[in-house]
């Protein structure tokens, strides 16, 4: 086995934290698009809740518990999703300021309406609506391979998977 020497530490620390700039106590960026108005079927996307509370501390934060509810208003089969958020941004830690993110798949092409539930205010009744526009072709491919959504059990054939637009 081999040892590194004090020097080969501190190279490998500049390497890491150049690779992770969040390490680095760089703002956090997300590969997911955000979908405060729009989206695309099948794609996942997240909205972001931000709040400036002096309650808000490291204690409390283990106990905030952020949902939102999105409920499909576009014509088409009824449905209603509730996700957790989660905690983001620890760079404002301490200051009393809070980011969550909910992520979402929406599932069908029309309008979603959403709604946060929280005990914490600026966190609880974000209201909204998104629109959701037709499945893009997946990527890599010869741009005519659709997106067809999640793979899920087969509800006939309990050996089977099937895909959501089945």
Known sequence: MSRFK??????????????WPHAAGAARTTPLSACSSSCTKSAPCE???????AAISEATLSNLRVKATFTFTGSG??????????????????TGQATFKAR??????GSYHYET??????????????NCTAALP???GSGT????GF????????????WDDF
């Not at 620390?13 to 690779?19: C, D, F, G, Q």
């Not at 089969?77 to 404002?92: G, L, W």
Request: hydrophobic share 45%.
């Open 117 to 130: 539930a929280a005990a914490q205010a600026g966190l609880n009744g974000n209201i909204g609506d998104i």
């Open 151 to 162: 793979v899920r059990r087969d509800p006939v054939n309990r050996y089977s998977y099937i």
């Open 6 to 19: 004090f020097g080969s530490w501190i190279a490998l620390s500049a390497v890491l934290t150049a690779a």
């Open 47 to 53: 909205l972001t809740f931000s709040t400036t509370n």
């Open 104 to 109: 979402f798949t929406p599932t069908q092409v």
């Open 138 to 140: 997946l990527p890599g």
């Open 145 to 148: 391979v659709p997106n067809r």
């Open 77 to 94: 089969t009824a449905e209603t999703k509730t996700v957790a958020a989660f905690y983001f941004d620890r760079a404002a830690h301490g």
